[in-house]
């Protein structure tokens, strides 16, 4: 059975500025994803690695330098393809309120994909009521305009307008940024629940592990632009094989004052695409990096089941950080 | 001693239709080299107080009762020029987006030298690329004739830490420093500023509404429900021994605590009470599962061993 969504060595450059200059910068190099059907993957790294950028060429936001897209085993191409696919696949954005316009109904608002795509609507008030139903919002909410709205309302507001014409895959961009923690919690689980129902595919974009253990079954990882590791959530939570995974995952704040971390698990920034490092990407930053990853760079190498990474000891890393892991949690 | 402390603080808005009472009745204090916390959800009144204490407060704010003392000193009853050279000496603030506190069209080195001689500083440029080195950045000198959207989010917070602190002051207030920045440089301003709690021998006060950065970096936190503190209570005890009903729900649904794979995530049923026609008694009573007839009647304040609870139905 096909993916939902393919992506196959997808690349993305921007021209780099200059009249007629040819050069172009490197944004997304050789992304190869899939996200099947009712599955839920997460795309996560720092600022600057790409993800929005991936989000942006799947919708025909941005152009493609290279690779190709897929939905449902259909090669997506040209403005016809991208119209297909943002009728199959939504959008969940960052800034639920700001991607609503202020000057409509929300009942108006979630009922408004109907009328972009041109398809027929016999029951507008109808519709508006079953999909915020679906969502957990009650009928008199169509009524309100988006100002007057909680932060998790516009967030559910947005999900309703997602799933209005039924999407197999729903793309979503930081769906919890800026909620609070018992909000997020609600969110989360709508979306769990919509999963079971519709069957619907998720492709979350991220930087909150702790969002990404809840609702992902696979993880990529980007760094400047490049998948650095791919694998099942957990196995990746458990045994991180790359070094930048596993300094993600161990900067990530504990709610726990007992469990404090006192040493700095990744130093400096990420570096600009302006200036790629030799060698692997990560060795600037890399807290194991030895000589020949400042010269030679590593592949993304498959380590085990349906798992992949790019670095040069990731099997030992692998293994070392899976006992660690194991120590930590007996 | 404490150098700040809020004394039974009231602040509410007029609105349209009656007074929000956005910070209802407060106390709270911290000391040299402590950090305290101040955690809540949207709407609690964390961000009024912290706009209190260093005198932002909107138009339409009015402070209805109580008192903010520095050094023991009431500044709501000095006259407001001195007030507000006294908070602008001693207080100092991070935001949360840095790029709003800088104006775009001028170097970093500038604004720095500019804010520095505003104060009465008149400190020199080695002064200033000292503090920039302090804060962990790398190539201070090239920086000073940076701007500011020259810098990355982690860079600039860095900028906005050591700016506050050229004014030796004795308090810094950090409202949501990490909210805007990438896990990799939160994880890099926190560290920063438990570096800071030994070396910079003033009082440091985070509000946040994150649990992670909480238990990473306080001392002391403040729970806040409805513009009240619901809870205080040492940073160890907060997180394993809850007391009030709120603090153990938000605990509780917090993804970050919650092992993957268990299901539906707790959640909070309810919202906050409407602030301009708060209930009588406990404002948590109706999302509380402890609630019963009698947390309709006014709400004790209990107190124990470094810790208060304002509940009914729990001890400190």
Redesign the interface.
Known sequence: MSAVLELSRMSVALPLGGFLSRARLPILMDVSLSVGRGESVALVGESGSGKTTLARAVMGLQAVSGGSIALDGQAVEGAAGHARLRRDAAMMFQDATASLSPRLTVGYLVTEPFRIHGVALPDPEGMARELLAKVGLPPAMARRYPHELSGGQARRVGVARALALKPRLVIADEPTAGLDVSVQAEVLNLMADLRAEMGLAYLIITHNLALVRHVADRVVVLYLGRVVEEGPTAQVFAAPAHPYTASLIAAEPRPDPRQRRMDLAIRGEVPSVLRRPSGCEFHTRCPMAREMCRTTAPTLAPIGAGRQARCHFADQNKDQQGEQHAVEHR | MSVLSVEGLSVSYRVPGGRLQAVRDVSLSVGRGEVLGIMG??GCGKSTLAAAMIGLLPQGAEVAAGAIRLNGTDMLRLPGEEQRRLRGQRIAMVFQDPMTAFNPVLTIGRQLADFVGAHGGGKGAAEIAGMLERVGIPDPGRCLGRYPHEL????RQRVAIAAALLMQPDVLIADEPT?AL???????I??LLRDLRTSFDGAIVVVT????????LCDRVAVMYAGEVVEEAG??AL??DPRHPYTR???S??????M??SG?????GG?IPDLTALPAGCAFAARCGMAEAGCGAPVPRHRGAGRSVLCHRSAA
Do not use: K, N
């Not at chain 2, 509404?209 to 990473?216: D, K, N, S, T």
């Not at chain 2, 539906?264 to 909070?268: G, Y």
């Open positions: 959800e949207s990355s989010g982690g860079m909210t990438d896990v990799t440089m939160e994880a890099q926190i560290h509404h994150h649990l992670g950065v909480i238990a990473e940073v160890d997180f394993h729900a938000l605990l649904c917090d993804p970050a605590v919650v993957p794979g539906h995530l707790p959640t909070i919202r």
